[in-house]
């Protein structure tokens, strides 16, 4: 595998997951074809380095030694592929960047279950002739304002200091420790009882969680709701724009990929790591990171919807 191949290898990209694919399954798939690629390229003439031998003295019958200069192969630029190299860096300052995500989340009023889901055990059954776009709107609206005062508390950040206010007018608040699912925006795209469409902005959110807000839409509503759809739509600077289809894992347009989002990931990791730098933090209110971030050698963050 040529050392220009691998020189390329590092950074973030994004991939399209297909709905029902497996994290893992994903993962394992973009490694081979990867791994494939670059062992389908010549590999380069190992380098030459000069080494002194200790043998005996040519021509001589005494048992006489001497250095002799030769040349042997060195092995050094020639790594194991495990990951995409200091990507797996910026992965982890990416996590540690608090970035939002944006998810479109179906939900359908008129049933509840178990689990959130549509197919899960049905709990109950309700009647929803009362719910109108007006008074969902409202709900929403509520939801989102309550995350807002959340997010300031969980930043941590004395908001009387300009650098705070600054920050809170750019956008750029986030919580300076692990949080629960806070939300940033929310709002209705389509409405048609029984089904709706939410545009939902959020960080530290799980599948789950996202489900469990459509069941509370649906209790605040007076009825009841289930999720029958989450797709993620936007992975901090990543849209499905860039998202590379199942089709494209491969080795050529995962270089190209990278390449073209490293000017956007420097420029967005920055401003989203250095603006609180500067301004005075309050004491942590006693959270503490419970877990590690991803850690996934590829780079690849899990996707909505397994």
């Keep these: 595998m040529g050392s220009a191949g691998l020189s390329r290898l590092h950074?973030?990209?994004?991939?399209?997951?297909?709905?029902?694919l497996k994290w893992k399954h994903l993962r394992d798939t973009v490694e081979l074809q990867?791994?494939?690629?670059?062992?389908?390229?010549?590999?380069?003439?190992?380098?030459?380095?000069?080494r002194f031998l200790l043998g005996p003295m040519e021509g001589s019958e005494e048992k006489e030694l001497t250095l002799t200069a030769t040349s042997v192969p060195s092995f050094?630029?020639?790594?194991?592929?495990?990951?995409v190299g200091h990507g797996c860096r910026l992965l982890t300052d990416m996590y540690n960047a608090h970035l939002t995500k944006d998810y479109t989340v179906r939900g359908l009023l008129g049933k509840a279950t178990d689990d959130f889901r549509e197919?899960?055990?049905?709990?109950?059954?309700?009647?929803?002739?009362?719910?109108?776009?007006?008074?969902?709107?409202?709900?929403?609206?509520?939801?989102?304002?309550?995350?807002?005062?959340?997010?300031?508390?969980?930043?941590?950040?004395?908001?009387?200091?300009?650098?705070a206010y600054e920050m809170a007018v750019r956008g750029l608040i986030r919580p300076m420790n692990k949080s629960p699912m806070l939300i940033t925006g929310i709002r209705c795209l389509y409405f048609a009882p029984p089904e709706f469409l939410l545009e939902v902005q959020c960080m530290h959110e799980t599948q789950k969680e996202l489900r469990k807000l459509v069941h509370e839409i649906g209790l605040e509503l007076k009825t009841t709701?289930?999720?029958?759809?989450?797709?993620?739509?936007r992975d901090?600077?990543?849209?499905?724009?860039s998202a590379l289809l199942r089709t494209q894992w491969d080795l050529t347009n995962i270089q190209d990929a990278i390449r073209a989002a490293t000017p956007q990931v420097a420029a967005e990791l920055e401003k989203s790591l250095s603006p609180g730098l500067d301004t005075k933090q309050l004491p942590s209110p006693g959270w503490s990171w419970d877990s590690q971030g991803p850690s996934s050698t590829l780079g690849l963050e899990r996707g909505a919807g397994q």
């Design 34 to 50: 990867l791994l494939k690629g670059l062992n389908a390229r010549k590999p380069p003439a190992p380098k030459q380095r000069v």
């Design 76 to 83: 050094i630029n020639h790594p194991l592929v495990l990951g």
């Design 11 to 20: 950074g973030l990209f994004a991939v399209y997951k297909p709905p029902g």
């Design 119 to 163: 197919d899960g055990r049905l709990v109950e059954k309700t009647t929803y002739d009362h719910v109108t776009r007006e008074k969902l709107d409202r709900i929403l609206a509520v939801i989102q304002g309550s995350h807002q005062k959340a997010l300031v508390m969980y930043s941590n950040l004395d908001l009387k200091t300009q650098e």
């Design 236 to 241: 901090g600077f990543f849209t499905l724009d």
């Design 225 to 233: 709701a289930v999720c029958t759809q989450v797709r993620r739509t």
